[in-house]
């Protein structure tokens, strides 16, 4: 089963990435407070599909190309697992284990990143 997620432009320093997923729509929306970016201007959003055969090297590929000056992270899951993509970090998660959940939004609350962590 293919992965489904959100990769956002202006969180990659490589965005050659985007040729290797395919979007299935884009969103831009301009950065307000909640977003806790203010250095842009907006967020660029993409939804993106990711093969299962490739969800491993791709996500790993995704954390070498996120911005090194701030942390931001991507996400991506299907069905049974969430893959959470910090920069030189990937979390693979079973969907239904709470305590990795958990360790994901640690490490990811200690990196201060600048997208919000609710969404997992």
């Known amino acids: 089963m293919n992965y489904i997620g959100i990769i956002i432009e202006e969180s990659l320093e490589n965005k050659d990435i985007l040729k290797e997923v395919k979007i299935l729509s884009t969103k831009i929306e301009p950065v307000t407070e909640k977003h806790k970016t203010p250095w842009l201007k907006q967020w660029t959003l993409h939804?993106?599909?990711?093969?299962?055969?490739?969800?491993?090297?791709?996500?790993?590929?995704?954390?070498?190309?996120?911005?090194s000056a701030h942390n931001w992270y991507a996400d991506f899951k299907n069905n049974e697992l969430h893959?959470?993509?910090?920069?030189n970090k990937v979390f693979r998660i079973d969907r239904t284990n709470k305590k990795q959940y958990d360790e994901a939004k640690k490490y990811g609350i200690s990196q201060r990143c600048g997208r919000e962590l609710e969404s997992f």
């Open 47 to 67: 939804t993106v599909e990711i093969n299962a055969d490739k969800v491993a090297k791709i996500a790993v590929e995704i954390s070498k190309c996120l911005e």
């Open 83 to 87: 893959f959470i993509v910090f920069r």
